[in-house]
């Protein structure tokens, strides 16, 4: 399922990568805006964490020129007034009007790493409300963003992840990925993967972790009988073409089913003796 | 609520147009006889359907006219969804009017998913002309073998008619039509299109919840569902869905802080809601968020502001995935409160462990009990463990070693 994730999220998608102290999803992020680069996708990065040469030095080989850097890395609240990405501005007419600088038909991905840091400083309900217009109102295409889940309490990790559409929880060790998938029927996917990601920031999927239930099989019932009971095709064929008692021709069957004349319509059976002579005939009485 | 049923009214029946007698059942003057509703055989209250048969029978019979119903939402929001849509679509079955407020989804959105009813007797309005049942069975002759005498049983087809049942089933595979939707009056609420006014007065009440309870009025107060109303023209039952109170996007903190600034928001919008339900003719669902609540007290309160509420929990978003259950069951369904109303005793359901599970055409509450193990081992051992000391699955699949005669 990571794979089809790395494809392309549906319309109006929001991935959120929980990761957190043990191990960084800052490298799975880093793949998917690879990913999205590769597909000839306009992204807009609105980074707080991460500086726009360590964003470039991670992403190398990828074309860079449909990548946009938002700079709120170097002054996010505002000490120096100098022109910088404010978290304050984290609304959605602002953010709207970032996405709109790179004018293409399709509307632009934007990455947001990470949410934690806006989480800090803006109140919860107004972060949901961005996130919901700007998932709705069709001015980002799909979002991505990171999460670090230990820096929240629990509630506020489970809203933000009801917002989601698809959640992909890196778990400890670094290798292990739980993915939940809500499509838009309403039903929920879930899976877990094994991952690793080399260094042209590939993601590699491994096996699935042993810990799945094994399958169980069912012994085929007709297997190690002294007798056999499986149909070879002639005989599957000539068991379909056994007509079956009381299945009566299609004539009768019609003339049954609108009995309001009163017909009575006889049909000699194979084993109806039908003897034109009246055995009585000869009775004396 | 009681009192207010047995004020005088005149009875109203619809006269439809393929109603071939002028039969008139002689109704006490008392009752007042709205499509889709019965009385309570223990309190006499006038009962709704929720649109769940099962969830019916463990309310007592119903949903009482005037009652708050509260859903503790499933991790994912899957199965409490369902119970609305149920809901909503009952409404629209027993033609009661809906009122539907949303604040992550347009409700529009909602109500084109309702699912559709399985219909015998409930009329939909079909093409004028009436199908020819001699002509019927030419095409069908081929299609049923062997039970063929039941090819030309007639699926009866009358003009919009109320219908008299109370619960009905629906299939959640299909959606409703949406003719019989349109014949539904809809009204709703979604949040993003009522931008927020800073309120002049300090209430505790955030302004999402204020525009909500404003709008409930109002629609109450339009359409005439005040009991204090006159009685004058048939009277009709609001069915009111709220979906995921308390989240953030209705702008509330409770889930989001573990100690919420606005901890009485939500409570006092309860409080609103069910003062405004007691003087009307409506009935309301809410679907609240509890998983997200980090305040156990607070979420207790809220139970105590609304008559009777229900906590859904599925098998998906929680830690049990190895119980056997898993396989027959979506979930399970706890009842936290069923109300008293005008008695001193409420029916409680005698058994509380309940499971749901959600079948095409039926949303079933059972009991819940434990298959019976068919393993050589006596003891209960979880499948997990048998999995692993398996061999060779039996054909019945549960046991995993042969009997041995």
């Known amino acids: 399922m990571l794979h089809d994730l790395l494809q392309g999220l549906d319309a109006g998608g929001f991935l959120i990568i929980q990761d957190s102290c043990s191990y960084s999803g800052r490298r799975l992020l880093w793949s998917f805006i690879k990913a999205a680069l590769n597909r000839a996708e306009v992204v807009h990065v609105l980074s707080f964490e991460v500086s726009e040469d360590e964003l470039k030095n991670g992403l190398q080989e990828s074309p860079i020129e449909r990548l946009h850097f938002h700079n709120a890395y170097s002054d996010p609240l505002g000490w120096t007034s100098r022109g910088a990405f404010t978290v304050d501005q984290f609304c959605v007419e602002r953010v709207a009007q970032l996405a709109k600088q790179s004018s293409r ?143 009566f021709s299609k004539e009768k069957k019609a003339a049954l089913l609108h009995t ?23 009775l004396d009485v | 609520m009681a009192d207010s049923v047995s004020s005088a009214c005149k009875p109203s029946v619809e006269r439809t147009p393929l109603n071939a007698t002028s039969f008139q059942k002689k109704t006490r003057n008392k009752l007042l006889s709205i499509p889709g509703t019965r009385l309570s055989v223990q309190n006499g209250q006038l009962l709704v359907s929720t649109g769940v048969t099962s969830l019916d029978y463990l309310l007592g019979g119903g949903l009482a006219v005037g009652t708050v119903l509260l859903i503790e939402e499933d991790y994912y929001d899957s199965y409490s969804r369902m119970i609305l849509k149920y809901f909503l679509a009952e409404g629209v079955v027993c033609r009661h009017e809906l009122f539907l407020a949303a604040a992550q989804d347009h409700p529009n959105d909602i109500f084109q998913e309702l699912p559709d009813p399985i219909l015998d007797d409930v009329a939909i309005r079909k093409s004028a002309d009436q199908p020819r049942l001699s002509c019927e069975p030419q095409d069908g002759l ?7 005498r039941y090819q030309n049983l007639p699926k009866v087809q009358s003009a919009l008619a109320s219908s008299s049942r109370f619960g009905h089933y629906y299939d959640v595979s299909k959606t409703m039509e949406p003719e019989i939707r349109q014949a539904a009056k ?40 005040n009991v204090s109303a006159s009685m004058t023209k048939s009277r009709n039952i609001l069915r009111i869905g ?164």
């Open chain 1, 105 to 247: 038909v399709k509307p632009p991905i934007l990455v947001i790493d990470s949410l934690s840091w806006v989480l800090r400083h803006v109140s919860p309900p107004a972060v949901c409300k961005t996130l919901q217009q700007l998932k709705n109102g069709g001015f980002v295409g799909n979002l991505i963003s990171l999460l670090h889940s230990d820096m929240h309490p629990r509630g506020m990790v489970g809203s933000l992840c009801q917002l989601a559409t698809s959640v992909i929880t890196v778990a400890a060790g670094g290798d292990q990925a739980k993915i939940t998938r809500r499509l838009k029927s309403g039903k929920v996917l879930q899976d877990e993967e094994l991952f690793s990601i080399k260094d042209d920031l590939t993601v590699v999927g491994q096996s699935k972790p042993s810990r799945a239930d094994p399958q169980e099989q069912e012994a085929d019932p007709t297997a190690n009988l002294t007798f056999n009971l499986r149909l070879s095709d002639t005989e599957r064929d000539a068991k379909e073409k056994l007509a079956l008692p009381f299945v």
């Open chain 1, 260 to 282: 309001s004349s009163g017909r009575i319509v006889y049909e000699p059976d194979a084993n109806d003796d039908y003897d034109q002579e009246d055995p009585d005939d000869d």
């Open chain 2, 142 to 148: 081929d299609a049923m073998k062997i039970a063929w």
């Open chain 2, 186 to 225: 809809c009204h709703h609420f979604y949040l993003p299109e009522h931008p927020s006014q800073s309120s002049a007065t300090h209430s505790p009440m955030l302004e999402s919840y204020s525009a909500l309870l404003k709008s409930i009025e109002e629609v109450i107060c339009r359409e005439g569902f």
């Open chain 2, 242 to 405: 709220l979906h995921s109170l308390g989240s953030p996007l209705w702008g509330d903190d409770l889930c989001c802080r573990d100690d919420p600034k606005h901890s009485h928001a939500l409570t006092t919008f309860l409080y609103g809601l069910r003062a405004l339900l007691r003087s009307s003719l409506s009935v309301a669902v809410v679907t609240v968020p509890s998983h997200l609540i980090q305040r156990r007290s607070l979420m207790g309160s809220i139970i105590r502001l609304c008559d009777n509420a229900i906590a859904l929990e599925s098998f998906k978003g929680s830690e049990r995935k190895t119980s056997p259950l898993c396989k027959d069951y979506h979930g399970l369904l706890h009842v936290r409160q069923v109300p008293y109303l005008n008695c001193l005793a409420s029916q409680l359901p005698d058994h509380k462990d309940l499971a749901f599970k959600i079948k095409r055409k039926q949303f079933s509450i059972e009991r819940l009990h434990l298959p019976p193990d068919l393993s050589e081992t006596v003891s209960r051992v979880s499948r997990a463990e048998l999995a692993g000391a398996a061999t060779v699955a039996s054909a019945c699949g549960s046991g995993n070693k042969h009997l041995d005669f």
